[in-house]
């Protein structure tokens, strides 16, 4: 059963609708990133969840009870981060998740510690808050978010601030946390970080749900999609002769040979090559994206 089921939210603010007929839903052990450019809806969507927005119309159903009807029992085991994380600037990291734990029973100083680790603020996080980077910011608030161990985790741009490092470590934090069972929800602009952070993508354009797609599904995409392959030779011209003679076209592009195939017949290609004598020490090919599989199923280029 779905941890969380969005079903058909709506929401107007005066006579403009900024979520309209929204539907997905998030199963236990996955991440699913929300992506859309910056005034989709995301955030807007993500408050109705959370409680913090009325809902026009629709169902948003958490662990079993109606968010609308039941928020307390529906949100007891969530997490979340919204925009930014709500701190106290004044107070040290470790005061402001003390404060946070007191609102649930059962968490003690070795949950803290633990949180603390797993975002790695260790060295930090008996400084003030207000001498936190934005990138510290964040990883507080994962920590804070994580701290009750919820089985279902809803983050709004969480890599804002962020440097490659930082992204990674959440990206495998996020992973693990999946791994224990619980479902993630992650809002992004940001199209290649969802491919590397997602199981499965729905995509919000101007308050629509436009597309959903597995991050697998792309992959299997490109076994028959035609990709440009170089490769790195002892002998450019002895190959491109050999691949002529098996019905294969290819070219020489700064000093790379160049050929445009599928999986599947870059693979032929690799072993008449290597039948003929042709050294090969190096071989790329382009990847399709999340960014350009969206392109392609949209036909649009609105998003960056």
Not at 156 to 174: A, H, Q, S, V
């Amino acid at each position: 059963m779905p941890i969380l089921e969005v079903k058909n939210i709506t929401k107007h603010f005066g006579a403009k609708t900024v979520v309209r007929n929204v539907s997905f839903e998030v199963n236990p052990g996955e991440i699913v990133g929300f992506l859309g450019p910056n005034g989709a809806g995301k955030t807007t969507a993500i408050k109705m969840i959370l409680g913090l927005l009325s809902i026009d119309s629709g169902e948003i159903i958490v662990n079993g009870f109606n968010v609308s009807e039941k928020r307390e029992q529906a949100l007891q085991r969530v997490g979340g981060i919204i925009e930014s994380p709500e701190l106290y600037g004044y107070l040290t990291g470790k005061t402001n998740l003390r404060l946070f734990a007191s609102m649930y029973d059962g968490i003690k100083d070795e949950h803290i510690d633990t949180a603390v680790r797993t975002v790695r603020l260790e060295n930090r996080i008996n400084d003030k808050v207000k001498k936190y980077s934005l990138g510290m910011r964040q990883r507080l608030g994962v920590a804070q978010a994580i701290l009750h161990d919820p089985n279902l985790l809803i983050l709004d741009e969480p890599t804002n601030g962020l440097d490659p490092n930082g992204i990674k470590e959440l990206r495998d934090n996020l992973r693990n946390h999946a791994k224990k069972g619980a479902g993630v929800l992650v809002s992004s602009h940001q199209l290649a970080e969802m491919e590397l952070m997602c199981d499965r993508v729905a995509i919000i354009e101007n308050g629509v749900i436009t597309t959903t797609m597995n991050i697998s599904d792309i992959n299997k995409q490109n076994d028959d999609v035609v990709l440009s392959y170089l490769f790195e030779t002892d002998n450019n011209e002895k190959a491109v002769e050999l691949l002529a003679r098996n019905q294969v076209e290819s070219s020489v592009e700064k000093d790379l040979l160049k050929l445009s195939c599928s999986k599947v017949d870059a693979s032929k290609a690799l072993k008449h090559l290597i039948d003929g004598g042709v050294n090969i020490y190096s071989m790329q090919y382009e990847h399709k994206s999340l960014e350009e599989a969206f392109l392609e199923l949209t036909d649009r280029s609105s998003i960056k």
